[in-house]
């Protein structure tokens, strides 16, 4: 289930919290940018790309850089969210 906007800028907020540093700003141009591109493009949703967008580096909340353990960490992170539903 994807996330409210609501939620998933409070999500980056904790993260944030956890781990700050310039990524969080990259995560939320990366939801403009991509909001923007799916108003152009028929057939997308540009509120779900902007929720993606937001939430595409979450795995850095836990302050892995690394490409590969921060992606996985965030997988690990959204399918743990999707329990509690």
């Given at each position: 289930?994807?996330?409210?906007?609501?939620?998933?800028?409070?999500?980056?907020?904790?993260?944030?919290?956890?781990?700050?540093?310039?990524?969080?700003?990259?995560?939320?141009?990366?939801?403009?940018?991509?909001?923007?591109?799916?108003?152009?493009?028929p057939?997308?949703?540009?509120?779900?790309?902007?929720?993606?967008?937001?939430?595409?580096?979450?795995?850095?909340?836990a302050?892995?850089?690394d490409?590969?353990?921060?992606?996985?960490?965030?997988?690990?992170?959204?399918?743990?969210?999707?329990?509690?539903?």
């Amino acid at each position: 289930m994807l996330p409210t906007i609501e939620e998933a800028l409070n999500e980056l907020k904790i993260a944030e919290h956890l781990n700050p540093g310039p990524w969080v700003k990259h995560s939320m141009n990366t939801g403009v940018a991509a909001r923007n591109i799916a108003e152009k493009v028929p057939g997308l949703n540009s509120e779900k790309a902007y929720i993606v967008g937001l939430m595409h580096d979450i795995g850095r909340r836990a302050g892995i850089t690394d490409i590969p353990t921060h992606v996985y960490d965030g997988y690990k992170y959204c399918m743990e969210k999707l329990e509690d539903i």
